[in-house]
């Protein structure tokens, strides 16, 4: 089944893949990292002016990285603004997503913080560094295959 933004993208000749609807009807589209950015000023122009928030999760074990988007098309005098999820699937080897922050500034932490977590690279983000955790730290934390370091905090014995 396909909402009224996968049709209008159909119609614009605008490739991505439909994966359905949530528990509360709000459509989630894929998009290819090489078409993401381009369809990212679309959807702003076409009226997502809000990025309610940016996330980023590990598939599965040796698999593929997902960064999620929830967007929001907010007018004045709508009662119920529309919104859309799309996810951008980047294979682990070499994870790297257009950034969106020249679109949604407010994306600039929620990016950060989905390379600390995960490692994905956002092409042309203005500060892409550690946000969480030390500079010096090595691997990505929320990664399904990542192995702790072996580390002892020192407590006080009371």
């Not at 396909?2 to 609807?21: D, E, M, P, T, Y």
């Not at 990285?65 to 967007?71: E, G, N, Q, R």
Request: proline content about 6%; hydrophobic content about 40%; charged content about 20%.
């Amino acid at each position: 089944m396909q909402g009224n933004l996968s049709a209008w993208l159909v119609k614009h000749a605008l490739i991505h893949r439909s994966l359905g609807f949530d528990y509360q009807g709000m459509e989630t589209l894929q998009i290819k990292p090489g078409d993401w950015h381009s369809i990212a000023v679309i959807l702003y122009v076409y009226g997502y002016n809000y990025l309610r928030s940016q996330c980023a999760y590990d598939v599965a074990p040796g698999g593929l990285l997902a960064s999620v988007y929830h967007l929001t098309r907010i007018e004045y005098g709508v009662d119920q603004p529309e919104e859309v999820c799309i996810k951008v699937f980047a294979p682990r080897r070499d994870p790297r997503i257009p950034s969106v922050f020249w679109v949604w500034k407010s994306v600039d932490f929620q990016e950060r913080e989905s390379y600390d977590m995960l490692g994905i690279s956002y092409d042309n983000h203005p500060r892409l560094k550690r946000i969480l955790m030390p500079e010096s730290w090595i691997g990505w934390p929320l990664r399904k295959d990542y192995i702790a370091p072996n580390f002892y905090e020192i407590q006080d014995a009371h």
